[in-house]
């Protein structure tokens, strides 16, 4: 049981290129969400997802994109990266639950853009 | 608006001594609130919630906090701190009523003397 797995662990982007940040999580949770935290300023929720199929916007979702076409993956898009998206994304999963629930994290990929 | 305080960016404590690291939210209605620790380079891990019931709840690590609804605080307190305890810690709120969006507080950093 790995958890939340993400990769890569650390990439730098030039300017305007484009990548994938993969999120994946063997635990069957419904609920999945991309954050990004920059030096205090805590975590930020980038965008989230109850389930296959279904993905909201949080609270900085400008320059990102996601999908959920399964249940274990939850991948983040960066179409035009910007030197404002220097930052460490974490991904996170929690499981269905009527009420609020612990989120587990993983241990995040570090972005810098130049 | 929403918010969540977390007043103190660094604490310092000798080792032995005892920690009370502060957080205060802003909600209409009381909501689920959490205390997360980030230990360098590493994921999120949870030490405690409180949904509902006793105030004082128990966590991992030798953790414990208070919900004090008059005050809006739920600070997190340890009664003798391990040098393993130098970390960062974040308290997070979850408002009820099914969005599960979590909103964090911008973190302490705790630095612990030999």
């Not at chain 1, 890569?8 to 635990?27: E, H, N």
């Not at chain 1, 999908?67 to 274990?72: K, M, Q, V």
């Not at chain 2, 690291?21 to 230990?39: D, E, H, I, K």
Request: proline residues 6%; glycine residues 10%; aromatic residues 14%.
């Amino acid at each position: 049981n790995a958890g939340v797995t993400q990769t890569p662990k650390f990439r730098i982007l030039k300017i305007g290129q484009s990548m994938t940040l993969q999120c994946t999580q063997d635990m069957n949770h419904n609920y999945m969400y991309w954050y990004r935290q920059d030096p205090g300023m805590g975590l930020k929720l980038i965008y989230y997802s109850v389930g296959a199929g279904i993905t909201d916007k949080g609270e900085v979702p400008n320059g990102y994109n996601v999908s959920r076409s399964t249940t274990e993956d939850f991948p983040l898009r960066l179409e035009l990266a910007a030197p404002s998206q220097t930052s460490v994304y974490f991904c996170a999963s929690s499981p269905p639950t009527t009420s609020a629930n612990e989120q587990f994290f993983g241990p995040g990929t570090r972005l810098t853009v130049l | 608006a929403q918010s969540v305080t977390q007043p103190d960016i660094h604490i310092t404590v000798s080792e032995g001594a005892s920690l009370e690291l502060r957080c205060n939210y802003s909600y209409g209605a009381t909501p689920y609130l959490f205390w997360y620790v980030q230990s360098p380079g590493q994921g999120l891990q949870l030490l405690l919630k409180y949904f509902s019931g006793d105030t004082l709840v128990q966590g991992i690590k030798g953790f414990e906090a208070e919900f004090k609804r008059s005050q809006s605080s739920f600070n997190l307190r340890k009664p003798s701190v391990h040098w393993s305890d130098a970390a960062e810690y974040f308290c997070a709120v979850c408002p009820r009523g099914g969005t599960y969006k979590y909103i964090f507080g911008t973190g302490t950093r705790l630095k612990v003397l030999a």
